[in-house]
């Protein structure tokens, strides 16, 4: 059973930097071939990729972060993280993080059928 849990997320101001982490569990099997990533949403907005780690420590970013964010993942394989930097406005969304079984590499949400319950971003100017 894949679990997901996301957390991190906070209010800061615009410049700051914020880490989010997403502990998880059932997805990252020796055999496996998986990824993960990071979405957003923002109200009345739909929801985005934003990076993107796989199986294989291929990286993919959408190009509003790129540059910006980092995602990883621990040694261990249990926790996922988005180092975020220099925070904007616009980056005020709630995220999750999310996995999908396969070697497709892709940011669409509707490729991936695990999701954490989010974490909410608020960047004031």
């Known amino acids: 059973q894949v679990q997901l849990r996301d957390s991190g997320g906070g209010s800061v101001q615009s410049g700051d930097s914020l880490r989010l982490s997403c502990e998880h569990s059932g997805i990252t099997g020796r055999d496996t071939i998986w990824s993960m990533g990071w979405f957003r949403q923002a109200p009345g907005k739909e929801r985005e990729g934003i990076a993107m780690?796989?199986?294989?420590?291929?990286?993919m970013y959408a190009d509003s972060v790129k540059g910006r964010f980092t995602i990883s993942q621990d040694n261990a394989k249990t926790t996922l993280y988005l180092e975020m930097h220099d925070l904007r406005p616009e980056d005020t969304a709630m995220y999750y993080c999310?996995?999908?079984?396969?070697?497709?590499?892709?940011?669409?949400?509707?490729?991936?059928?695990?999701w954490g319950q989010g974490t909410q971003v608020t960047v004031s100017s």
């Open positions: 780690f796989d199986s294989l420590s291929r990286t």
């Open positions: 999310a996995a999908r079984i396969g070697a497709k590499r892709t940011l669409d949400p509707q490729f991936f059928r695990n």
